[in-house]
């Protein structure tokens, strides 16, 4: 197996279990800003793109606003149902960590969001380099939040895996040079999507540092 100096981790649905908090609490924002409830699984495509972009696609007039809404319930969704890392991601973590291996983040959440949301979990000291959406002008799925990792970091494409759960992650990652691997525990919908390796085990990721 090939092994990799940088392993590059999406969030939601990589290491937090927020499937549910993204989609409760955009269901949510939907009934306040238009006073319907949507079902849960015509808001599935919004999990792991860039809020303003879900709700450019629901169509929303001041897309920026809708998505402060969003914010808001997703706040208050996260306090009442708490949001989970997946069962060993943190032991993984740490012992990557530990072990010397350069961890990095690329995410589809704002500075202050991945600031508060990994700060409260005491996971900040684990990534020196996070790459979030106030970081580049365009976000996943195109290639410019990886290359400012590797911009960075100075490493080169090949040195580089990034994990994640969507085909924005994947697509990412590719057109930056950058092999991928989809990780399964989080995916909700993973036909179809193509990657360089595909995850069913969090155990699995210290491999690819060669541990």
């Known amino acids: 197996m090939k092994t990799y100096k940088h392993l590059v981790f999406d969030i939601d649905g990589t290491i937090i279990d927020s499937a549910d908090i993204n989609m409760i609490s955009l269901q949510e924002a939907v009934k306040e800003l238009r006073g319907e409830t949507m079902p849960l699984e015509d808001l599935y495509f919004s ?7 879900a709700m450019e696609i629901l169509g929303f ?34 012992k ?11 995410t589809s959440k704002l500075r202050e969001e991945y600031d508060d949301h ?12 996070a790459v979030t959406a106030s970081d580049t002008p365009k976000g996943k799925p195109y290639p410019d939040p990886m290359l400012e990792y590797l911009r960075r970091t100075g490493a080169s494409p ?3 895996i990034y994990f994640g ?10 057109a930056a040079g950058v092999d991928q691997a989809l990780v ?14 595909r ?13």
């Open 47 to 53: 999990f792991g793109i860039p809020g303003i972009r």
């Open 61 to 94: 007039p001041d897309p920026a606003e809708a998505l402060r809404v969003w914010l808001r319930h997703y706040a208050a969704c996260s306090e009442r149902l708490g949001m989970p890392l997946f069962p060993g991601m943190r032991e993984v973590l740490e």
């Open 96 to 106: 990557l960590h530990r072990e010397g291996v350069s961890l990095g983040i690329i």
């Open 118 to 129: 990994f700060g409260r979990r005491g996971l900040l000291e684990l990534f020196p380099c």
């Open 158 to 160: 090949e040195e580089v």
């Open 165 to 174: 759960d969507t085909a924005y992650d994947m697509d990412c990652a590719r």
């Open 184 to 197: 399964l525990w989080g995916c909700l919908n993973p036909e179809g999507i193509e990657a360089t390796w």
């Open 199 to 211: 995850l069913e085990r969090i155990e699995e990721i210290p491999r690819f540092a060669g541990l």
